[in-house]
């Protein structure tokens, strides 16, 4: 069975840092195009960043500069590090496998920023 | 930066009546065109790709259209378990774009 399974998420003060985690199962972090994507409460959905199979990465405006997407081949699994924080960061963040759409979709999980 | 629009909102409707949601792009993006459907709690899951295509295990009762700048999702007939919220959203691999309209809720008039 495909699966990715996201970890990380907390609290944390305005300014801190974070990393998430997504592990995935029954598919290649390293050959498949993998994202972030989050959704603030009650809100839409946002695509955040994206790494290709070749190592190239890509963000959003909104994370440019603070945002860093990566990923652990020996583990299997793909990382979000994010730094300068602010309320506005606050959401649910999915890892997704990337293609003609996102196909497959971890859990989530919730990281929330105090102000 | 290629703004996607939903409409309506918020749509209310009985089981076994047919659904009809909208997605505009502020400009052409081909048929590179996603539908999703999330429920409460959940990630969204893919329903639609390149504008037409069902995704592996998503009922006939789904279907996508058009091309260019304007799209529509049709659920011919609802199911209880259809209510939820639904995203379009555009993709473009190179230079890299998804944009996600800002759904439609689908609820049970």
């Known amino acids: 069975e495909v699966q990715l399974v996201e970890s990380g998420g907390a609290l944390v003060q305005g300014g801190g840092s974070l990393r998430l985690a997504c592990t995935a199962s029954?598919?290649?972090?390293?050959?498949?195009?993998m994202s972030w994507v989050r959704q603030a409460p009650g809100k839409g959905l946002e695509w955040v960043s994206i790494?290709?199979?070749?190592?190239?990465?890509f963000y959003a405006d909104s994370v440019k500069g603070r945002f860093s997407i990566s990923r652990d081949n020996s583990k299997n699994t793909l990382y979000l590090q994010m730094n300068s924080l602010s309320a506005e960061d606050t959401a649910v963040y999915y890892c997704?496998?990337?293609?003609?759409?996102?196909?497959?979709w971890g859990q989530g999980t919730m990281v929330t920023v105090s102000s | 930066e290629i703004v996607m629009t939903q409409s309506p909102a918020t749509l209310s409707l009985s089981p076994g009546e047919r659904a009809t949601l909208s997605c505009r792009a502020s400009?052409?993006?081909?048929?590179?065109l996603a539908w999703y459907q999330q429920k409460p709690g959940q990630a969204p899951r893919l329903l639609i790709y390149?504008?037409?295509t069902r995704a592996i295990g998503i009922p006939a009762r789904f279907s996508g259209s058009g091309s260019g700048t304007e799209f529509t999702l049709t659920i011919s007939s609802l199911q209880s378990e259809d209510f939820a919220v639904y995203y379009c959203?555009?993709?473009?691999?190179?230079?890299?774009?998804?944009?996600f309209g800002q759904g439609t809720k689908l609820e049970i008039k």
């Open positions: 997704a496998r990337t293609g003609t759409g996102f196909d497959i």
């Open positions: 029954g598919l290649t972090v390293r050959t498949n195009y």
């Open positions: 790494i290709h199979g070749g190592g190239e990465t």
């Open positions: 400009q052409s993006v081909g048929s590179n």
């Open positions: 390149a504008a037409s």
């Open positions: 959203q555009q993709y473009n691999n190179w230079p890299p774009m998804y944009a």
